[in-house]
């Protein structure tokens, strides 16, 4: 990726963003675009559960009574994992749908896979070093991440 590409990626994110707050795998957000992507084309929404194709239909709609019809059925808890993932995905669509329709600047929507709360993501680090890191140099990383 050259600095160009990134340059432009960087200047298309919005101002204002949400941050997915639920852990959910990356596969299943592009699923969901893939579904979102191409309702009308029978071929893909057929090779789909009647759930997941509900939970897509509510958050194309994008009105609160979809949004709330979408709660109700995360709520009463008689879904696969993969279903409650992909309608938790629906939701936040939904929702995003409401706000940048709503409001006169448009928020992104960012998830990293781990989630996370407000406008901090979680994410995972590892380091290697030739040697054992000491408790002052282990004491500020752990500083410089909180």
């Not at 939970?55 to 019809?69: K, Y």
């Not at 706000?99 to 709360?117: A, K, Q």
Request: aromatic letters at 10%; hydrophobic letters at 35%; proline letters at 2%.
């Amino acid at each position: 990726m050259t600095n160009d590409e990134i340059k432009g990626i960087l200047e298309s994110v919005p101002d204002k963003f949400r941050i997915v707050s639920e852990k959910i795998h990356p596969d299943v957000f592009s699923e969901f675009i893939d579904c979102y992507k191409d309702f009308n084309n029978q071929l893909s929404v057929d090779s789909i559960s009647m759930q997941k194709r509900e939970f897509t239909e509510l958050a194309l709609n994008g009105s609160i009574d979809s949004f709330r019809q979408i709660e109700r059925i995360l709520s009463n808890g008689n879904l696969l994992e993969e279903e409650r993932d992909f309608g938790i995905v629906a939701l936040n669509f939904c929702r995003f749908k409401i706000e940048n329709d709503l409001l006169d600047e448009p928020i992104g929507l960012i998830s990293g896979g781990l989630g996370g709360t407000e406008n901090r993501m979680r994410y995972f680090l590892a380091l290697e070093g030739k040697s054992e890191i000491t408790k002052i140099q282990f004491d500020y990383l752990k500083e410089a991440f909180n």
